[in-house]
């Protein structure tokens, strides 16, 4: 069973397009990560957020942390072809047993 | 600064053989881990230690088994390789439980 839903899975879009990508669970979280991975690589952390409602902001990279802590967001303002890699996120849930589960991904594509 | 190393970065099996797939990391991190990466499945946990000579099973254990005989190593083995097997494999390190966990490159595994 897939707790962490990405959407959409796939993204193709003009350079200087703005664009957000979803990240949805039933569960609640103590922290989501966001990461991004480009092809042949691992993925890399871009951000930890931990409180429910919480806003960072990474350059031209806005995360937020919903309220409920069960969903995040990933709004990337005036893409760039350096944006192109595949997209994660990944949680810790509640529960008592260690679980930490990665998402079904985002791939986005910005073209030049 | 190596981080996590994976080696092989790439193997052809064949249905039955068995392998072992070695990460090794720097940093003196006690959490260690291993994932597979399926197209839209994202990262699924294998098995994952929490320090020298333990390990634990995680969402996808069956078919592998994994070692920690040194801090600093981490290896998976497939006792006898199936063609679902066929994926991207990726290790990871962390110092604590809940903070960045850093990637190794991936190997590329099929098995025929």
């Known amino acids: 069973t897939q707790l962490l839903e990405q959407s959409p899975q796939f993204l193709s879009i003009q350079e200087g397009e703005n664009l957000t990508v979803y990240c949805n669970s039933s569960?609640?979280?103590?922290?989501l990560q966001w990461y991004r991975q480009e092809p042949g690589e691992g993925p890399v952390l871009l951000v930890t957020?931990?409180?429910?409602?919480e806003v960072k902001k990474l350059k031209r990279l806005t995360f937020q942390f919903g309220d409920a802590r069960k969903d995040s967001s990933l709004h990337i303002t005036a893409a760039q072809p350096g944006d192109t890699g595949l997209y994660l996120c990944?949680?810790?849930?509640?529960?008592?047993?260690?679980?930490?589960?990665f998402g079904t991904g985002t791939r986005l594509k910005v073209l030049a | 600064n190596a981080g996590v190393t994976q080696t092989p970065k790439f193997r052809v099996l064949k249905t039955g053989q068995s392998m072992t797939l070695l990460c090794a990391q720097d940093?003196?991190?006690?959490?260690m881990y291993w994932y597979r990466q399926d197209p839209g499945m994202g990262l699924r946990l294998i098995h994952y230690?929490?320090?020298?000579?333990?390990?634990a099973k995680g969402e996808v254990p069956d078919g592998y088994n994994v070692s920690r005989l040194k801090k600093q190593n981490f290896l998976l083995g497939l006792e006898s390789a199936a063609p679902s097997q066929t994926s991207v494999y990726f290790c990871?390190?962390?110092?604590?439980?809940?903070?960045?966990?850093?990637f190794g490159q991936g190997t590329r595994l099929t098995v025929v």
């Open positions: 990871a390190s962390s110092y604590a439980l809940r903070t960045e966990a850093f």
């Open positions: 569960s609640v979280f103590s922290s």
């Open positions: 957020v931990v409180t429910g409602g």
């Open positions: 990944a949680g810790f849930t509640t529960s008592g047993t260690y679980k930490y589960i």
């Open positions: 940093m003196n991190h006690e959490y």
């Open positions: 230690s929490v320090g020298e000579g333990t390990t």
